[in-house]
């Protein structure tokens, strides 16, 4: 999968979580999940899950830590895809 | 078993505290009851004249027991002093009454508990055994180092 496509699939699951004032058009690669995407810690948490699902990953809680913008989290996933394959 | 050390850390009490005792407690899920006291304040008026259980209460009584009871139960340390908790989502159906003085029975059934957040699926049943409401329940539960 490329860079390309991992943006797009996680642009899909946080579509999800966002809240009916923030439209898909505001995700951008330097959103700020909590900050500019009004998504909560509990979404936040229910993204990661599902990104581990749709990615095959495991994340851990200093991954979780670390993941403030959508940047973060493409890197975090390519991390892992690195390691497991 | 005695559960009464987490019912001890829960941060309620009266006239707050939905929880009177905990019948099974493991990893994976939780039983407790209540009793909804005749003299309860809040029958007055809910409703007029026609004292029932808010639907709120038997929700909250299924976050404090299936919740708040399991989480502290799961962070699984002994210094919950600085625990926060937050409630952020449930979903609830109810299918019968809960009348003054009744005994309610809640079951819960962890889902997931990863990053903080605890969901659950709760089921709150009457002194006969009765399905009186169901649900998802999920929460965050954090330990604030400073205590602010």
């Given at each position: 999968?490329?860079e390309a496509?991992?943006?797009?699939?996680?642009?899909?699951?946080?579509?999800?979580?966002?809240?009916e004032?923030?439209?898909?058009?505001?995700?951008?690669?330097?959103?700020?999940?909590?900050?500019?995407?009004?998504?909560?810690?509990?979404?936040?948490?229910?993204?990661?899950?599902?990104?581990?699902?749709?990615?095959?990953?495991?994340?851990?809680?200093?991954?979780?830590?670390?993941?403030?913008?959508?940047?973060?989290?493409?890197?975090?996933?390519?991390?892992?895809?690195?390691?497991?394959? | 078993?005695?559960?009464?050390?987490?019912?001890?850390?829960?941060?309620?009490?009266?006239?707050?505290l939905?929880?009177?005792?905990?019948?099974?407690?493991?990893?994976?899920?939780?039983?407790?009851?209540?009793?909804?006291s005749?003299?309860?304040?809040?029958?007055?008026?809910?409703?007029?004249?026609?004292?029932?259980?808010?639907g709120?209460?038997?929700?909250?009584?299924?976050?404090q027991?299936?919740?708040?009871?399991?989480?502290?139960?799961?962070?699984?340390?002994?210094?919950?002093s600085?625990?926060?908790?937050?409630?952020?989502s449930?979903?609830?159906?109810?299918?019968?009454?809960?009348?003054?003085?009744?005994k309610?029975?809640?079951?819960?059934?962890?889902?997931?508990?990863?990053?903080?957040?605890?969901?659950?699926?709760?089921?709150?049943?009457?002194?006969?055994?009765?399905?009186?409401?169901?649900?998802?329940?999920?929460?965050?539960?954090?330990?604030?180092?400073?205590?602010?």
């Amino acid at each position: 999968m490329t860079e390309a496509a991992h943006y797009q699939k996680l642009k899909e699951i946080v579509a999800i979580y966002l809240p009916e004032d923030v439209s898909v058009d505001a995700i951008t690669q330097e959103s700020h999940f909590i900050n500019e995407l009004n998504i909560n810690s509990a979404n936040l948490v229910d993204i990661v899950l599902d990104v581990e699902d749709a990615f095959d990953i495991t994340l851990e809680n200093e991954d979780m830590d670390q993941m403030e913008t959508v940047q973060d989290a493409l890197g975090i996933i390519d991390i892992k895809l690195a390691k497991e394959s | 078993m005695n559960y009464s050390h987490i019912i001890a850390q829960l941060p309620y009490s009266e006239p707050f505290l939905f929880v009177d005792a905990l019948q099974e407690v493991s990893k994976e899920g939780i039983k407790g009851s209540y009793t909804f006291s005749k003299d309860l304040d809040f029958y007055r008026g809910h409703f007029k004249e026609n004292p029932v259980t808010p639907g709120v209460l038997l929700t909250e009584c299924c976050a404090q027991i299936g919740l708040v009871c399991l989480g502290i139960h799961l962070m699984a340390t002994s210094d919950l002093s600085n625990l926060q908790i937050g409630f952020s989502s449930s979903e609830m159906e109810f299918l019968l009454p809960v009348y003054p003085g009744e005994k309610v029975r809640v079951r819960s059934e962890k889902i997931y508990f990863r990053f903080n957040k605890l969901k659950c699926k709760v089921q709150l049943y009457n002194e006969v055994g009765e399905l009186v409401c169901k649900g998802v329940l999920s929460g965050m539960f954090k330990i604030t180092e400073d205590g602010a």
